[in-house]
């Protein structure tokens, strides 16, 4: 098997550009399995989130897969009622303690939203420390990233947005390149949104290359350099998600996929003030 393509972040921190992620396994005993499977696979990236209350299920699976854990990049994410200097140390012990780990590859500002500036600086400090071999944000639009770069030490090394084949993120690809600021694709297929499987452009690419819609949406990203972490419960789909390296897309159909960008949300969008105020409100286990 091909190993799986990295991407160098701007501390030197290699990187997976295929992943997991674990968003919505909320059944312990499935996510731990999915996991396990996965890692057995040859999946080397996993991504959670204190928020997604599946820390210890997912380090459940770290440690009875048999993989060294050199091997594996495993992320998780701060949430907002624990951005805050002072806090967020605390909630990165847990989450660390959660996942029986004694260091983390990622950690992400899971929003942008409450104290984010003393988050960062913890952070800093974490990684400073060794504990984190990245830092990184989540959901920033270009301009809260600015902010970052001009005001705290450390620039982010990812910022984990929205991306898909119907909100492509162009301008935010270019001013994160720009930056040295690695893109990661949340959301790869939109849950399935807009009738994304079953998507007549995507269906013929998929054909003439007898693969499916699902392959081609990972190549697009791996092709475009965006990290990708899609999410699926389901052994077969798990080998189907990684069996997009024995093909390629032609510049034709990178340009066919790029008309399909309608440059908005498919979910909602994260600087409108009710989704400020609803995720703020959102009280999930730290
Ligand atoms: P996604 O990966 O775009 O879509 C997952 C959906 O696609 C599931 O319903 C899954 O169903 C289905 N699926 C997976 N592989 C498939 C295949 N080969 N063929 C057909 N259907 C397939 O959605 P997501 O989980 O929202 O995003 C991926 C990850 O990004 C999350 O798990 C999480 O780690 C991260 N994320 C981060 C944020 C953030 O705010 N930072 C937000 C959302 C997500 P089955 O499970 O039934 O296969």
Redesign the pocket.
């Known amino acids: 098997m091909n190993a799986i393509p990295t991407t160098t972040l701007h501390n030197g921190v290699v990187m997976p550009l295929l992943g ?6 909320t059944d312990a005993d499935e996510c731990t399995r999915v996991v396990t499977e996965a890692l057995q696979m040859g999946y080397r990236l996993i ?3 204190a928020g ?1 209350g599946n820390e210890e299920a997912v380090g459940r699976a770290i440690r009875q897969s048999g993989v060294p854990r050199a091997e594996i990049f495993v992320t998780t ?1 701060l949430w907002i009622s624990d951005a805050g200097a002072g806090r967020t140390q605390a909630a990165f012990e847990r989450s660390l303690q959660r996942l029986q780990l004694d260091y983390l590859d990622l950690y ?1 500002i ?2 942008p939203y409450g104290d984010v500036y003393g988050a960062w600086r913890d952070m800093e400090a974490l990684y400073q420390a060794g504990r984190i071999r990245a830092i990184g944000v ?2 920033f639009a270009t301009d809260r990233v600015m902010d970052f770069l001009m005001h705290q030490q450390v620039a982010p090394m990812v910022n ?3 991306t ?1 084949p119907f909100c492509q993120q162009i301008e935010a690809q270019r001013f994160l390149q720009e930056h040295r600021v690695q893109m990661q ?8 949104r807009n009738n ?2 079953q998507h007549e452009v995507l269906q013929d690419i998929a054909r003439s290359h007898a693969k ?4 081609v949406v990972l190549r697009w990203l791996l092709q475009r350099g965006v990290v990708a ?6 052994r077969e ?1 798990l080998a ?2 990684m069996a997009v390296r024995d093909f390629a897309l032609t510049d034709a159909e990178m340009q066919t996929i790029a008309a399909l960008d309608t440059q908005t949300s498919s ?1 909602f969008d994260h600087r409108d003030p009710a989704v400020v105020m609803r995720l703020s409100q959102l009280v999930r286990a730290t």
């Open positions: 997991l992620g674990v968003f919505q396994m991504d959670t989130a997604y994410k992400l899971h929003q989540s959901n984990q947005i929205e898909h694709s949340w959301g790869p297929f939109a849950e399935g994304l499987f499916s819609v699902a392959q972490i899609p999410k699926t419960g389901k789909r189907e998600n979910f």
